[in-house]
């Protein structure tokens, strides 16, 4: 279902200064954005919005700051004082779990082609939201399926069918019915550019359950089970993976403190443009030790 449900985002910003701090509250109201915490001490900003995360985080770099997804939550929050707005008194609700899949050809984030990140966050026990943003994709409409196994010892080929504990026909996530794959996620659309982003809220998929299994994003649209070929109601005859990868799990709000990467020295928002290990990622590192 793409439905407006918010839920909350926790992202780690390199704001150094009282400056720093009213230009990402601006940027943030200037977008829409009204429910939102800043703490400059801790260098964390938390928003509930109804936005995706890559939307949210755009916001704030626009702003020059560097932002890092670090925690997600659930929908609105606990109420705790009056003010919402910059420091207000309500605590974010916590999700029941999150999960992260990076996507690359054969399940590799790093090799040339379709790939990209989707997010599941469990944020009460009947809607996982699950968004994400894909880059390198024909325009178009593209199937997107949980697969019942996370094993891409051979790529994309050998993660097993869409995840189907019911045993069920494929189908489209539209039907809360019996009448689909509980992997089953519908299609999401590339535009002139090559690039997805999509959020949807399903109401049967958990977070619990699809930890270690996998997310493909295929070749061609999903049919929903509405066609007639033979594969219409295995898998929408939506054609080969393009991109997967393996569904990990992620923190929660407030679970992950991390700053500094404790072997090498480097910033959590330095750290997603260096190599994983190697010289470029061992390149100006400070001369203290943490």
Not at 60 to 66: A, P, V
Not at 257 to 274: F, M, P, Q, S, Y
Request: aromatic share 4%; hydrophobic share 30%.
């Amino acid at each position: 279902m793409r439905e407006s449900v918010e839920s909350t985002a926790e992202f780690s910003v390199n704001m150094t200064c009282e400056s720093c701090e009213s230009k990402v509250r601006s940027a943030l109201l200037k977008h829409g954005v009204q429910d939102f915490q800043i703490d400059l001490p801790s260098q964390r900003v938390i928003i509930t919005s109804t936005k995706i995360t890559e939307e949210l985080k755009n916001v704030i770099e626009d702003t020059g700051k560097l932002a890092v997804l670090i925690g997600v939550g659930g929908e609105g929050r606990l109420q705790g004082g009056e003010e919402r707005v910059h420091g207000g008194g309500d605590v974010p609700r916590q999700g029941l779990g999150a999960a992260v899949a990076m996507l690359g050809k054969d399940g590799d984030y790093f090799t040339p082609g379709v790939k990209g990140v989707i997010r599941f966050n469990q944020i009460d026990r009947s809607r996982c939201i699950v968004e994400g943003t894909l880059d390198g994709l024909e325009p178009g409409e593209h199937g997107l399926a949980v697969h019942e196994a996370g094993d891409v010892s051979r790529g994309c080929h050998s993660l097993g069918d869409h995840y189907n504990p019911r045993g069920t026909r494929h189908g489209s996530p539209e039907n809360m019915e019996e009448e689909r794959h509980v992997g089953d996620l519908g299609n999401i659309r590339a535009d002139e550019s090559g690039r997805a982003t999509f959020r949807i809220v399903d109401p049967i998929l958990k977070v619990w359950d699809v930890i270690g299994r996998s997310v493909v994003v295929s070749t061609d649209k999903d049919d929903l089970g509405q066609g007639n070929h033979p594969r219409s109601l295995v898998d929408g005859n939506c054609g080969p993976g393009l991109a997967c990868g393996i569904i990990a799990r992620s923190a929660g709000l407030g679970e992950n403190l991390k700053k500094i990467c404790a072997c090498d020295g480097v910033t959590i928002w330095d750290e997603r443009n260096k190599p994983l290990a190697g010289q470029g990622r061992q390149d100006n590192q400070p001369e203290t030790s943490y």
